[in-house]
């Protein structure tokens, strides 16, 4: 005979299988759709190199500044390059590798975008609160 112990032991198995199960089919999901926005994301990235690249021109007279920019495009149609031709988990892995090399400056990034945000969100809410006073000004 099984014992009450015995069946909640049968259902924690159970709902941890399943668990797993839902876990790795989220992952798998979310892998393989941003796997297919990637080309997306390259393509924005190689619009972006072409359109400084263009901007470039405005400076043949200033090559110091003309080859900041050239730079500054061969980097991001490096970048274009690498979105298109890696994985989602090849991405992560370097995230997840540069995270455990460098934690002061993960966590100098985290807090500095947290204040960035919070900086935004303070100053749409006072403008939004301002906006809605003056209609009441006579």
Do not use: C, W
């Not at 999901?29 to 400084?52: C, F, I, M, N």
Request: net charge negative; aromatic share 10%.
């Amino acid at each position: 005979m099984k014992t009450l112990r015995d069946d909640v032991d049968d259902i924690k198995d159970l709902a941890l299988e399943r668990g797993k199960g839902f876990v790795d089919a989220a992952k798998a999901q979310a892998t393989d759709y941003v796997d297919r926005r990637k080309g997306d994301a390259a393509q924005s990235v190689h619009d972006l190199a072409r359109g400084l690249r263009d901007s470039s021109k405005t400076f043949d007279d200033k090559p110091n500044i003309k080859a900041f920019f050239d730079s500054a495009a061969d980097g991001l149609e490096q970048l274009g390059g690498s979105i298109e031709n890696r994985s989602f988990a090849d991405f992560y892995d370097d995230a997840e590798a540069f995270a455990r090399r460098a934690p002061v400056a993960v966590a100098v990034a985290t807090f500095v975008t947290g204040f960035m945000v919070a900086r935004f969100i303070k100053s749409s809410s006072v403008s939004q609160t301002s906006d809605r006073y003056d209609g009441y000004r006579a």
